[in-house]
Each structure stands twice: as C-alpha cells, then as structure tokens.
C-alpha cells in the first residue's frame, strides 16, 4: 500500500497584514510610553528656570590683609 503526504502550501494572504498590524501596535506604544515619561524628563534637564539656584553676593571685596 502506498503512503500518500498531502502538504497543502502555506496560505500567506493573511499574515502579510497581521505582522504590520502588530508592528503598528507595538511602535504607538513606544510613542506613547516616549511622550509620558522621556519628554517631562527631558524638560526638566533642559534648565528653564526651575533647575538649582545658587545666591552669589552684589559685591566682594578682594582686598584682603594678610598678617606679617
């Protein structure tokens, strides 16, 4: 008796849409994770007036007697 193997070609019509349609899904999450967390962090570093305060005096006098 003779051994049959039917092995039908793969049907690829709908992994071509699935694989971009995950692709898309994974791309808005690394957006959306960029925009809540990198762009207030980046703000913050960039220095627009909320950084650290340092008070230095109006005036110093530098003359400045030393002991014999």
């Not at 971009?20 to 703000?43: E, N, Q």
């Not at 230095?56 to 030393?66: A, G």
Request: glycine share 10%; proline share 6%; no cysteine.
């Amino acid at each position: 008796m003779a051994t049959t193997i039917i092995n039908p070609a793969p049907n690829t019509s709908n992994s071509s849409w699935v694989g971009l349609l995950l692709g898309g899904i994974v791309i808005a999450v690394f957006v959306i994770l960029f925009v809540v967390y990198a762009v207030p962090l980046i703000r913050g570093l960039s220095g627009n007036g909320k950084g650290i305060q340092v008070n230095l005096p109006k005036s110093v006098n530098v003359n400045v007697q030393q002991a014999k």
